[in-house]
């Protein structure tokens, strides 16, 4: 069972920038897929970014060019690194575990954290 718990959410004006942190209680290295998602009020749960054992990323395309995800699995740590923001990047943002990878088809993973809340505002 891991464990998972995201950080550096917070209030942020558009065009500004934020870092999300997401710590995972067991070793990483052996988890393939790695994301984020998101979920703005009163819409689904939808993929952030997802990044591999290999290195290998994928991203939703209103995010590409904007945000950059990454791992460290030596501190079993993965990072979603947000520019430019946008006042519909609102959202609670969620850490997952175990992702499956399938061309373009991205599948959720078991283990998710509790969540981080992302507001850009003016």
């Known amino acids: 069972q891991v464990q998972l718990v995201e950080s550096g959410g917070g209030l942020v004006q558009p065009g500004g920038s934020l870092r999300l942190s997401c710590a995972a209680s067991?070793?990483?290295?052996?988890?393939?897929?790695m994301g984020w998602f998101r979920q703005a009020p009163g819409k689904e749960l939808s993929l952030v970014a997802v990044?591999?054992?290999?290195?290998?990323?994928n991203y939703a395309a209103s995010m590409r060019g904007r945000f950059a995800i990454s791992r460290d699995n030596a501190k079993n740590m993965v990072y979603l690194q947000m520019n430019t923001l946008k006042p519909e990047d609102t959202a609670v943002y969620y850490c997952?575990?175990?992702?499956?990878?399938?061309?373009?088809?991205?599948?959720?993973?078991?283990?998710w954290g509790q969540g981080t809340q992302v507001t850009v505002s003016s």
């Open positions: 997952n575990a175990g992702l499956k990878v399938y061309g373009q088809t991205v599948l959720q993973g078991r283990f």
């Open positions: 067991e070793n990483i290295s052996n988890i393939d897929g």
């Open positions: 990044i591999r054992s290999d290195g290998e990323t």
